[in-house]
C-alpha cells in the first residue's frame, strides 16, 4: 500500500496530462459542433473555456497562498507572544520556536509556490510544442 502511495502524484500527473491531450484533441471538433467559435467571435459567455491543466494550477496556487497567509499568522502570532512575554524566558523561547516554525513554513510555501510554476510554464509549453 505505501508502494502505491508513493507513486500517486506520478500516476495522477500522468493521468491529468492524459486526459488534457485527448481533450484538446477532441475540443476543436467539439467546438465547431455544438458552436464555441461563433461564441468566440460575438463575445458571448462560454467563448473562454481554459483547459483542466490551468485550472489544476489555478487551484494549486490559490492554496498556496493561503498558506502563506497562515504562515504569516503564524509569524505573527509568535512575535504577539514574545511581547507580550514581560521577560519570562519560557515564553520568549516559545516565541521564537514559534517565529521559526512560521518562516520555515513560509520559505517552504514560497518554494513549492515556484515549482508549481515552473512546471506549470514547462508543462504549457510542452503540449503547445514551445520547447
Known amino acids: 500500500m505505501l508502494k502505491l502511495l508513493k507513486f500517486l502524484p506520478i500516476i495522477l500527473f500522468l493521468f491529468v496530462f492524459a486526459l488534457d491531450i485527448s481533450v484538446v484533441e477532441a475540443q476543436s471538433s467539439i467546438d465547431d459542433l455544438i458552436g464555441l467559435n ?11 473555456i481554459t483547459d483542466i491543466k ?3 494550477v489555478d487551484i494549486i496556487k ?3 497562498g493561503f498558506l502563506g497567509i497562515i504562515a504569516t499568522a503564524i509569524i505573527l502570532y509568535g512575535g504577539f507572544i514574545w ?10 523561547k516559545k516565541a521564537k520556536s514559534i517565529i521559526i516554525g512560521g518562516v520555515i513554513g513560509l520559505a517552504v510555501v514560497l ?3 515556484a515549482i508549481v510554476s515552473i512546471i506549470a510554464t514547462v508543462v504549457n509549453d510542452a503540449v503547445d510544442g514551445n520547447l
Do not use: H, K
Not at 461563433?38 to 473562454?48: R, T
Not at 511581547?83 to 520568549?92: L, V, Y
Open 38 to 48: 461563433d461564441a468566440e467571435d460575438l463575445g458571448l459567455p462560454g467563448s473562454d
Open 54 to 56: 490551468q485550472t489544476a
Open 62 to 64: 490559490y492554496l498556496i
Open 83 to 92: 511581547m507580550t512575554a514581560t521577560g519570562n524566558d519560557d515564553r520568549i
Open 111 to 113: 518554494a513549492s509556490y
